[in-house]
């Protein structure tokens, strides 16, 4: 199993989601801003290495939105979602095929991976 962390970033009613680029696995699906877990690191501290290198932007970690597994036909991720803020800079696409800012409401108009149909639910049912 793959330990993976991403964030919840809220700018008012509106959070961050990221387009998956083209060469890579769920090529084109939107999802949370993060990455793995590397060794030695904790989800924290890999949180705010992946924003940094995706987005460019330092990241306030908060307190831990959901968590879930999920298997995909080639890998297992335990998803842990932290709540998040933005301490310093704006959203740069480093990495992925397009960000957005998007409400709750508009969560059926994007195409997710399948890892954050659950977290996704849980953000429709609280807003």
């Keep these: 199993m793959v330990e993976v962390v991403a964030a919840l970033i809220w ?23 993060g990455g793995k877990v590397e060794q030695g690191e904790t989800k924290e501290q ?10 460019n932007i330092a990241l306030g970690v908060g307190d831990v939105f959901m968590e879930v597994v999920h298997e995909y036909p080639d890998i297992t991720v335990q998803l842990t979602l932290f709540n998040a803020t933005i301490a310093e800079g704006v959203p740069q696409k480093l990495e992925h095929n397009d960000i957005k800012w998007i409400t709750p409401a508009e969560i059926p108009n994007y195409n997710f991976c399948p890892a954050d149909e659950e977290i996704l639910l849980e953000l429709q049912r609280k807003n």
């Design 11 to 33: 700018d008012k009613d509106k959070f961050l989601i990221c387009q998956r680029p083209k060469n890579k696995a769920r090529a084109l699906l939107w999802e949370f801003v």
């Design 46 to 55: 890999a949180l705010i290495r992946e924003c940094k290198e995706e987005l």
